[in-house]
Each structure stands twice: as structure tokens, then as C-alpha cells.
């Protein structure tokens, strides 16, 4: 069954004007599915756990190798314009985690719930935002995601709650989205991610607390990259057993960078929430590329020797792209047309994100409620307010 991963790439390919990938070689030469043995999870509390031999056809592989390859191809774009100043402020990559975002993403709706960290901009895409709409918001554009008003850590979507720029401050925000679900009694779930840094945070240990208590339908999600911001998990942490931290609350720990893992101890995750038992706690131990930031060189406190090891070695798109060629699911051809495709609409986003006019004065007061009208801020001295779409000059 194709799952919302499929929905977004559908609508991708519509407004790209893009035809579907083929190769020169009919579709009956290839497997249409192919059985995969994977890394089995370590598991705390739980009697049982994911599978270790899992299915994967030949749409969903392609559906997943385009994904990825757009959130990689729309960091490094990222890395380019904040080099060249056209970028601004906080901007925090998420190349090297991309089996995270769509293995997460293939196992659940786009009715269930997601929050995260300020690492926002592959689940912003997952979540059925455009690469326009977060470029243009990257180099603060009215057609960005957020009116071009939030920025790197600040984006949204329907039942997407953002990056949050506060270390750890989403996940008691995720613990009262999966309480509104159960309130509301629906079928949906909260994804609530953080990472290995804001995983000493006190305020996510009493949001474990609430959710055990009630037994909210969330899944607690550690995205272990390793470092923190300049220091290793060993230089942080008195233990690393993220998973473990839950105490009473279940746990695994799982392959971050094979995304079949990760797809499939999320669907564990969703069906051990969806049937009433509360939350559950995944660490996700995965890589990142970049430093913590963009002001992070991120080779300060680890070698350049490691991070290359890890391209090579442990690369999540590249070890897609070894499944589906070694077993006759695509050829080198298609995934080629698949890279030149993702190329173009990163560039032309970036080029729509750099010509789009930036927001107006006016509308800086705007969207602060819901369905009311803005409020007066005050300016840069007491006489000085703003109120509404229009400029307003008081003098008192």
C-alpha cells in the first residue's frame, strides 16, 4: 500500500511537470519486489520486536531514492547560498539523515502528527511542503513556507508543528498533541522527535512521566547523530543507551541510516501506540555530514577521516541505491534520470528563492492569531507602532 510518501512525490512530479522515470527497458525486466534482511533492534521492555526480514517493491524504492535525494541535493543547495550571504542566521542541515525523515514518513499518515527539533527542513518536505516554499523561507521570502517570517528552524505544515528553536522544547508540545488525539479519541499519533543533545533535558523526562501516566499515543523519537553541539555523546551523556532512558516507558534502538530499518520499527512503534499502550521510545542512530550549524566547521571535534569513513560505508542513499540495482529493481540509467530531475528543481527553487520579493512592513504583525486581527507592537521607541496591514505612526 503507498503510503503518504507516495502522495507527496506524486504531487512533486505534477508541479514539476515531470513525466514517470523510465529506463529504456521495459518494466516487466525488472523485480517488482524483493525480500531484504536487516539489522535487528535492540529492544528494552518489550517482549517482542520489529522484523528483521522485510519487503520492499520496486515503486516504493524509487519513491524513497527521489526523497532522499531531494532532501540531500536541498541541503547542500542550503550550504551554497548561506556561504554566499543570501541565507541568514540559524540554519542547521539534515544531510547524512535522510533515511530517518522517510523511513518515519513510510510508516505512518499524513494525519497522524509530527513536531521536531530545528533540524525541520527534510520532514517540512515529508510533510507535504514544496522545495520552493522552504528555500524561499530559508532566504526569507514572502512565498516561503511561513511568509518567509520563520525562517531555518521556524516551518510548518498541516499536522506539522515545526522546528522549534528551544533545545528539547517540542517534546512536551508533542506529549499534548498525542493528548489531544486521545481526547478527541481518533486513530492518530504523535511523532515527537528531538536529539541526543536535548536528550539530558528535565523537561523531557517529566513529559516520559505524563505520557506513561496517561498513556498517550506518542512515539518519542531520539535522532542519535552522535554529537551535540561541539562535543561527542561520550563528552555529554552518562549514558548513551538513549533508548533506555525511558525507564518505564518501552524502547528501541534502531539503524538510522538503513531505511528499511527505520520503516519498519516505526510501524512497530505506530501499531504498539495505535492499539492503546502507550508511548514508546525509538533512538535512531544516525549521521550528520555538517556541523551542528552552519557557524559549526564540524571538524573541530571529530576528523575529516570519520566523516568520509561514514559516506562510504554507512551513506543511506547509497545503500538504497546498492539494494535496488543488486536486485534488478532499477537500473543505473533511471536512477541517473532520477538525480538529473531532482538537480533541475533544486536549482530552479533556488533561483525562484532568490528573485521572490521579501514580505512587506505590513504584514510583519500579521498571523500572530488565528482568526483576530493583529495587535499593536511597539516600534523602536514609544510613539513608534505598527498595527494591521497598514503602518501606523502614533505620536502621543
Known amino acids: 500500500m503507498l503510503t503518504n510518501i507516495s502522495n507527496v512525490l506524486r504531487a512533486c512530479a505534477q508541479r514539476n511537470g515531470a513525466a514517470a522515470v523510465v529506463s529504456a527497458r521495459t518494466y516487466s525486466d525488472f523485480t517488482t519486489q524483493a525480500t531484504f534482511e536487516i539489522k535487528k533492534c535492540d529492544v528494552f521492555k518489550l517482549d517482542e520486536a520489529p522484523a528483521t526480514q522485510v519487503v520492499m517493491t520496486r515503486d516504493e524504492g524509487l519513491q524513497y531514492y527521489r526523497t532522499m535525494q531531494t532532501m540531500r541535493r ?16 540559524f540554519c542547521h542541515l539534515y544531510d547524512g ?17 509530527l513536531i521536531t527539533a530545528y533540524r525541520a527542513h527534510g520532514y517540512t518536505l515529508t510533510r507535504g511542503g514544496t522545495v520552493k516554499e522552504i528555500m524561499a523561507e530559508l532566504t526569507g521570502r514572502r512565498s516561503g513556507i511561513a511568509k518567509g517570517k520563520g525562517g531555518s528552524m521556524h516551518m510548518y505544515c498541516k499536522n506539522f508543528y515545526g522546528g522549534n528553536g528551544i533545545v528539547g522544547a517540542q517534546v512536551p508540545l508533542g506529549a499534548g498533541v498525542a493528548l489531544a488525539c486521545k481526547y478527541k479519541d481518533t486513530d492518530e499519533l504523535c511523532v515527537c522527535l528531538y536529539g541526543d543533545g536535548a536528550a539530558n533535558q528535565g523537561q523531557i523526562f517529566e513529559t516520559y512521566n505524563m505520557a506513561a501516566l496517561w498513556k498517550l499515543p506518542v512515539i518519542f523519537i531520539c535522532e542519535n547523530n552522535r554529537y551535540g553541539m561541539g562535543t561527542s555523546v561520550e563528552r555529554a551523556a552518562a549514558s548513551t543507551d538513549y533508548f533506555k532512558r525511558g525507564e518505564f516507558i518501552p524502547g528501541l534502538r534502531v539503524d538510522g541510516m538503513d531505511i528499511l530499518c527505520v520503516r519498519e520499527a516505526t510501524r512497530f512503534a505506530a501499531d504498539h501506540c495505535r492499539s492503546g499502550k502507550g508511548p514508546i521510545l525509538m533512538e535512531l542512530q544516525t549521521y550528520r555530514y555538517h556541523g551542528h550549524s552552519m557557524s559549526d566547521p564540524g571538524v573541530s571535534y571529530r576528523t575529516r577521516e570519520e566523516i568520509q569513513e561514514v559516506r562510504s560505508k554507512s551513506d543511506p542513499i547509497s545503500l538504497l ?45 500579521n498571523h500572530v492569531f488565528s482568526n483576530n486581527p493583529p495587535v499593536e507592537v511597539r516600534g523602536t521607541n514609544p510613539w513608534a507602532k505598527l498595527k494591521g496591514s497598514v503602518p501606523n505612526i502614533t505620536v502621543v
Open 321 to 365: 541505491k546498492d539494494r535496488l540495482l543488486s536486485n534488478n529493481m532499477a537500473s543505473v540509467e533511471e536512477l541517473k534520470e532520477i538525480d538529473v530531475e531532482v538537480r533541475k528543481e533544486i536549482e530552479d527553487a533556488a533561483q525562484f528563492a532568490t528573485t521572490d520579493p521579501e514580505p512587506p512592513l505590513e504584514e510583519l504583525c
Open 74 to 89: 536541498m541541503e547542500l543547495k542550503a550550504d551554497q547560498l548561506y556561504k554566499q550571504k543570501i541565507i541568514r542566521g
Open 97 to 113: 539523515q535522510e533515511a530517518c525523515a522517510v523511513g518515519i514518513e513510510a510508516s505512518i499518515t499524513l494525519k497522524d502528527h
